[in-house]
T-cell receptor, first 118, second 109 residues
Framework: GAVVSQHPSRVICKSGTSVKIECRSL??????MFWYRQFPKQSLMLMAT?????????EQGVEKDKFLINHASLTLSTLTVTSAHPEDSSFYIC??????????????FGEGSRLTVL | GQNIDQPTEMTATEGAIVQINCTYQ??????LFWYQQHAGEAPTFLSY??LDGLEEKGRFSSFLSRSKGYSYLLLKELQMKDSAYYLC??????????WGAGTKLIIKP
């Protein structure tokens, strides 16, 4: 099946620094990528929808200036957590939809990135 | 508003069968996904239903009734490794994915 690579898988940073997480579709083109945040024992919380070549659409309550999303190509989207604080510590997961599958195509998930802010 | 309901937690015995239900009220419908997620890992795809009926895939089957806004995931011959969260998600008329809160399935020996 299609592979989505997410990097880094784990990152520990100091409060106030910025962290970038990459999401790559390795063997397909993804016009749409999704970024989720997940707290322990809870379901996925959609943060934003990223479309190639356009601005991301953020869910209500998600700070655009805090969580910068860039989808510069059909295979790469990045999430930057700016001026990270301990409350930003979480599991961040990306998913990508195969362009060939259209709007109802299967989502392929990255492995997730665990962010710990000290 | 849009809503997807799943049981919070279920317990079953190794070797048995379990059915996880999902009911939805969404603005339109363009398909329903089931995903499995183990703690600390990303979700993995299990099934996609867009037409009414039962889709069987090995030990896992998924059923959909669009008129009732209802789906279930059936797991047979349960194994300990099936202990996980099971997520139901619906694609609405705007092709937005609406996620359920997930069902924690606990398998006991």
């Amino acid at each position: 099946g299609a592979v989505v690579s997410q990097h880094p898988s784990r990152v520990i940073c100091k409060s106030g620094t910025s962290v970038k997480i990459e999401c790559r579709s390795l063997d397909f083109q993804a016009t749409t990528m999704f970024w989720y945040r997940q707290f322990p024992k809870q379901s996925l919380m959609l943060m934003a929808t990223s479309n190639e070549g356009s601005k991301a659409t953020y869910e209500q309550g998600v700070e655009k200036d805090k969580f910068l999303i860039n989808h510069a190509s059909l295979t790469l989207s990045t999430l930057t957590v700016t001026s990270a604080h301990p409350e930003d510590s979480s599991f961040y997961i990306c998913s990508a939809r195969d362009r060939a599958g259209g709007d109802t195509g299967e989502l392929f998930f990255g492995e997730g990135s665990r962010l710990t802010v000290l | 508003g849009q809503n997807i309901d799943q049981p919070t937690e279920m317990t079953a015995t190794e070797g048995a069968i379990v059915q996880i239900n999902c009911t939805y009220q969404t603005s339109g419908f363009n398909g329903l996904f089931w995903y499995q997620q183990h703690a600390g890992e990303a979700p993995t795809f299990l099934s996609y239903n867009v037409l009414d009926g039962l889709e069987e895939k090995g030990r896992f089957s998924s059923f959909l009734s669009r008129s009732k806004g209802y789906s279930y995931l059936l797991l047979k011959e349960l194994q300990m490794k099936d202990s996980a969260y099971y997520l139901c998600a619906v694609i609405d008329s705007n092709y937005q994915l609406i996620w359920g809160a997930g069902t924690k399935l606990i398998i006991k020996p």
